[in-house]
């Protein structure tokens, strides 16, 4: 267990190390660019990652995993009228669009290896917290009658994943986000339709 | 321009390295095993391929893409009813869940490297042939009726399409097909529901 001054300092490397990342890429950012950043020398980057450069990596992905799911706060946390859902479907589509084909977590998980075990449970535990919040967003949405009774909350929520996951991943390739916003669009309609 | 003997044995060189990938991994496959496979000397092989290994592997990407939709044929090309829409559901899940994580034009993707335009154009070109097949199926069904006027096919075809995508990129580190399953289900119903 860290002490809280161990965790703030510890959270510093991170953020620093993301910032860096972010700003110049992976390839370029060196151990000392991180340190400057976060005013800690290298015995203290050594003390907190102490299996190294591919530890403190691991540390930065769950940092932008986390950030995935702030960047669509407040509005995927309340999902609670179709007013609301169609501003969340909007940040999302804005996100994406202004990110582009540069994803931070994409890079990072390349870097860490997209088969690993490590990077797996990264994207792993992001993607089963962001279906949890819009199964959330759905079940209120049911008790206040708004969805229909029928409509599984689990199964529509992991559609919903898969069709950001694959809207985004041709975006990124593709640079137009026409799929991510057809494919929101129509399991919104979805469960719209499924009220009437 | 390639003679009819000339392309056919072009062809047999691709085969030969798209099994050879299949079974060996791209990072084993030498141009002798190559050559072994499809019965061709190393001169053939630079005959067709002038600029080398890249550019069979890119030959090779566009086999295994043009395989991609092969192998949801014929029921791709003829989503002329409900049952035909379900029974291609069944295929596309059934294909991926076989595959699992290996994913043969992903290999290749790779390989060639995912930014690259060369590999862009693959995987753009396969997106939109799927992409177009889905969006006859649904101009079919419309046309019988069984689809309400106001569905926009093109929409819907590319939102199939980022359900797909999404559902085999989760399938392929998750191991699991439920995400695919669900989004397939979410679209095949909305455009069910839409007909009542």
């Given amino acids: 267990m860290l002490t809280a001054k161990g965790a703030a300092t510890r959270g510093r490397i991170v953020d620093a190390a993301a910032a860096e990342i972010r700003e110049r890429g992976i390839a370029s950012v060196t151990l000392d ?3 400057r950043r ?12 102490p299996d ?6 691991l540390a930065v992905a769950e940092r932008e995993a986390d950030r995935v799911i702030e960047d669509q706060e407040p509005q995927l946390g309340q999902l ?15 996100k994406y669009r202004r990110q582009g084909v540069n ?11 997209r088969a690993t075990p490590a990077a797996q449970a990264v994207t792993g535990k992001l993607l089963a917290q962001w279906q949890r919040r819009i199964r959330a967003g759905i079940e209120d949405m049911k008790a206040a009658g708004e969805i229909r009774a029928d409509v599984d909350p689990d199964r529509a929520a992991a559609a919903l994943i898969a069709a950001i996951q694959g809207g985004v991943s041709i975006l990124m390739s593709s640079g137009s986000s026409k799929h991510l916003e057809y494919a929101l669009d129509l399991c919104l309609d979805y469960l719209r339709v499924s009220s009437s």
């Fill in 33 to 35: 660019d991180i340190g």
């Fill in 38 to 49: 976060s005013g800690t020398g290298k015995s203290q980057l050594f003390h907190y990652f």
């Fill in 52 to 57: 190294g450069k591919e530890q403190l990596l």
């Fill in 80 to 94: 609670t009228s179709w007013e609301a859902w169609q501003e969340w479907r909007d940040v999302v589509v804005e």
């Fill in 103 to 113: 994803c931070p977590l994409g890079v990072l998980i390349t870097e860490i290896g």
